[in-house]
């Protein structure tokens, strides 16, 4: 078989979500498996000393005019939530919770999550509204707050941050075949080619 495309992604980015739409059919295109990692960037961003898009000068308003430009490009829909950029641990631990019984759900999930921020102006952040989010999903609402809240799941999404750091994850999306990388959602282009190619040497 040949390797998995490993998705890093943070549940804050809009990068990301363009990137989530599209990465699995990507994938089953050249059959491989894609393998859904969400990762915190503010944990990279104390490596890197980077900062969120939005407060950073000129960048910021950039940022924002390309949000709704690519969201259009790759038909995707969206809107900027009024509250941007959050925290993401909430739904990265539900989502690694239940990725540990069922990884296709999880995927789902995590779609839902990424629309329910960046379609419905849920702020997932709150740990609240994302059980919510997951209950409306299908999911057990106490059993989502008790994993958000366990100490078990806290240390899984830790260990998956600083593996992904570990890989080099510094941005979102960060897409690894193998071990070779791409950051962006304007890789997935360049993506199919390696995939279609099988690479190439440089």
């Given at each position: 078989m040949p390797a998995p495309i490993d998705f890093y992604f943070?549940?804050?980015s809009p990068y990301g979500y363009f990137a989530s739409t599209k990465i699995d059919a990507l994938g089953a295109k050249?059959?491989?498996?894609?393998?859904w990692r969400p990762f915190l960037l503010g944990a990279a961003m104390k490596i890197t000393g980077g900062a969120p898009l939005p407060g950073v000068p000129l960048k910021g308003d950039y940022a924002r005019r390309d949000f709704a430009r690519s969201a259009k490009y790759y038909g995707v829909e969206y809107r900027l939530p009024s509250t941007f950029p959050i925290s993401s641990q909430a739904p990265a631990r539900a989502f690694y919770w239940l990725n540990r019984q069922d990884p296709r759900q999880a995927k789902a999930l995590a779609a839902a999550l990424y629309r329910a921020y960046f379609v419905d102006d849920i702020n997932i952040s709150n740990?609240?509204?994302?059980?919510?989010?997951?209950?409306?999903?299908g999911l057990k609402a106490e059993e989502?707050?008790?994993?958000?809240?366990?100490a078990a799941i806290k240390e899984l999404v830790k260990t998956e941050v600083d593996r992904a750091i570990a890989r080099g994850a510094f941005g979102s999306p960060y897409i690894m075949i193998g071990e070779e990388a791409f950051w962006g959602a304007d890789r997935l282009e360049q993506i199919e080619k390696w995939l279609a190619s099988g690479g190439w040497t440089y």
């Open positions: 943070d549940f804050s050249y059959g491989r498996e894609v393998v740990p609240e509204d994302t059980v919510a989010v997951c209950a409306r999903f989502v707050r008790a994993a958000i809240n366990d």
